[in-house]
């Protein structure tokens, strides 16, 4: 169950408007008698990346917490993502590839990326390989910036999905985002 959102929309140059929402949730995992659960939350802990071809081109860790533990060398609260991931990425790739021959999917999914991208830039800016780092405190600072929209800088990131949604119309023609 989500138990806070917050939107995030870019609008591009050709008049199109990306939204995402940048979700928190308090379940700890616990979640499967929910009846509606996001894809997000059915995916978790990995999210497919595509090609614009459409192929799986790789995963990305599907929480930024994750990513976050990850980068600072510390274990994964999640015990599937230590345990199990090799055989979830497969898995995942056969049930979920078949999304990838739609160009909305690959923007929406590669969007992730580029987000992740920054958010990765910005924790190992400040706090990645620093011993004395005080991480109960960063994870604390990184949400409210996180969840405030202030780690990145919108127009780069407008940028960027701007780049990939006319390599995809290259290839797709126009779509709907």
């Known amino acids: 169950m989500i138990t806070s959102a917050r939107t995030m929309s870019v609008t591009l140059a050709n008049g199109k408007t990306a939204s995402a929402k940048m979700v928190t949730c308090r379940q700890k995992g616990h979640c499967f008698s929910v009846g509606y659960r996001p894809l997000i939350c059915k995916i978790y802990p990995f999210i497919p990346i595509p090609g614009h071809d459409g192929s799986i081109a790789g995963f990305e860790l599907g929480s930024v917490f994750d990513e976050m533990f990850h980068l600072a060398g510390l274990p994964s609260p999640c015990a599937v993502l230590e345990e199990n991931s090799g055989e979830l990425k497969a898995e995942l790739s056969e049930k979920i590839g078949f999304i990838f021959r739609m160009p909305y999917f690959i923007f929406y999914f590669g969007a992730f990326r580029i987000i992740a991208q920054h958010l990765r830039a910005r924790f190992a800016e400040q706090y990645a390989g620093d011993p004395s780092a005080d991480y109960p405190k960063f994870f604390r600072e990184f949400e409210l910036l996180y969840m405030g929209g202030k780690l990145f800088s919108s127009e780069t990131i407008r940028r960027e999905l701007q780049s990939l949604y006319d390599?995809?119309?290259?290839?797709?023609?126009?779509f709907e985002i």
């Open 167 to 174: 390599a995809l119309e290259l290839r797709y023609g126009e």
